[in-house]
């Protein structure tokens, strides 16, 4: 089982670019949860996914930030434009049956991102 | 809401000695609670998970947590640190009804000092 896998692993881009975050779920899992770290506010719940669609995306910070689930192997979090307010660490999780109140929740090695 | 605290930022402690790390959680019911580690550049790690029965939780690595109703805690406990146990320890909580949703502390750092 290779785990679940984020790229690119660090991502370094200017104000206003727009930034392309990646997760591969762990094969099997129903739910992916997309999670912001920082220093100032920890881990952060942004948005969560059940069979591909989404349940809550209310920690979703604003419009400028959007996900997508368009199958069960693959999910993406789009910034656009990005903000140096942005930089963080964005990790993806997965669980086998969408519930984390109550099984292990699997995360990604995370993507350090940096807004320049 | 719900909500987690855990009150030491950072912790040292000689290897060999125990470590005890705290958890405060805010909420009306029973809620689910877990302790999960995260290793310099990596994810987090489920240590363990307390959902209903025995308040005295057993995980991984040797770390154990006791939840405790009237002080509405769950302590990460270890009788002797290692060097590899240096990380940052994250509490979090859960409930049914708020469906898949966790709420992480802020983290405690353990440096382990040789």
């Known amino acids: 089982d290779a785990g679940v896998i984020q790229s690119p692993r660090h991502e370094v881009t200017e104000m206003g670019q727009e930034v392309t975050l990646r997760c591969k779920p762990i094969?099997?899992?129903?739910?992916l949860f997309w999670y912001r770290q920082t220093m100032m506010r920890g881990l952060e719940l942004l948005i969560y996914?059940?069979?591909?669609?989404?349940?809550?995306d209310s920690g979703m910070p604003e419009d400028r930030f959007s996900a997508k689930m368009p199958n069960a192997s693959f999910s993406t979090l789009k910034i656009q434009p990005s903000e140096p307010r942005d930089s963080a660490v964005y990790f993806c999780?997965?669980?086998?049956?969408?519930?984390?109140?109550?099984?292990?929740?699997?995360f990604g090695s995370g993507t350090q991102l940096s807004v320049l | 809401a719900q909500s987690v605290t855990q009150p030491d930022i950072h912790i040292t402690v000689s290897e060999g000695a125990s470590l005890e790390l705290r958890c405060n959680y805010s909420?009306?019911?029973?809620?689910?609670l877990f302790w999960y580690v995260q290793s310099p550049g990596q994810g987090l790690q489920l240590l363990l998970k307390?959902?209903?029965?025995?308040?005295l939780v057993q995980g991984i690595k040797g770390f154990e947590a006791e939840f405790k109703r009237s002080q509405s805690s769950f302590n990460l406990r270890k009788p002797s640190v290692h060097w590899s146990d240096a990380a940052e320890y994250f509490c979090?909580?859960?409930?049914?009804?708020?469906?898949?949703?966790?709420?992480f502390g802020t983290g405690t750092r353990l440096a382990v000092r040789p």
């Open positions: 996914f059940n069979n591909n669609v989404p349940i809550d």
């Open positions: 999780a997965s669980t086998r049956t969408g519930r984390a109140t109550n099984e292990k929740l699997f």
């Open positions: 307390y959902f209903s029965g025995d308040t």
């Open positions: 979090a909580v859960g409930m049914k009804s708020s469906g898949d949703k966790l709420t």
């Open positions: 909420y009306g019911a029973t809620p689910y």
């Open positions: 094969s099997g899992h129903n739910s």
